[in-house]
C-alpha cells in the first residue's frame, strides 16, 4: 500500500510558479508509474503530467506542455510537478497517483493510490 500526501499548493499571481509536491509512504513506491491531476470546480478530473517508474519518460498533457516539469526520486520517496507561467484556467485542485499498471496512464481509474489533494488558485 501507498499513502500519498502533496504540498505545495497556494495562492499565484498569473505568470507566477508554484512547486508541488508528493510525498509517498511505502517501500514499493518505485513501482509504481506516478500521475499528477487536477480538477476544478465543476469539471471531471484531468491528467496533467506523468512518469515512469524509473523516471526515464515523462509524459504531458498539451495545456501544461512546455511549462511543468515533473520528476521523481526514489530514494526519498517524492514526486514533484514544478509549474511555471501559471494561468488562471490552472486553478483546481491538483492529486498526485500511483498506477497499478506500472505505467503511465492518463485516465483516473488505472490509479489506485490517491493523495487528498492541495489548493492550486491563480489569480489574474
Known amino acids: 500500500q501507498v499513502h500519498l500526501v502533496e504540498s505545495g499548493g497556494g495562492l499565484v499571481q498569473a505568470g507566477g510558479s508554484l512547486r508541488l509536491s508528493c510525498a509517498a509512504s511505502?517501500?514499493?513506491?518505485?513501482?509504481?508509474?506516478m500521475g499528477w491531476f487536477r480538477q476544478a470546480p465543476g469539471k471531471e478530473r484531468e491528467f496533467v503530467a506523468g512518469i515512469t517508474r524509473s523516471g526515464g519518460r515523462t509524459y504531458y498533457a498539451e495545456s501544461v506542455k512546455g511549462r511543468c516539469t515533473i520528476s521523481r526520486d526514489n530514494a526519498k520517496n517524492t514526486v514533484t510537478l514544478r509549474m511555471n507561467s501559471l494561468q488562471p484556467e490552472d486553478t483546481a485542485v491538483y492529486y498526485c497517483a500511483a498506477s497499478s499498471l506500472g505505467v503511465v496512464s492518463t485516465t483516473p481509474p488505472t490509479y489506485v493510490y490517491w493523495g487528498q489533494g492541495t489548493q492550486v488558485t491563480v489569480s489574474s
Open positions: 511505502g517501500r514499493t513506491f518505485s513501482s509504481y508509474a
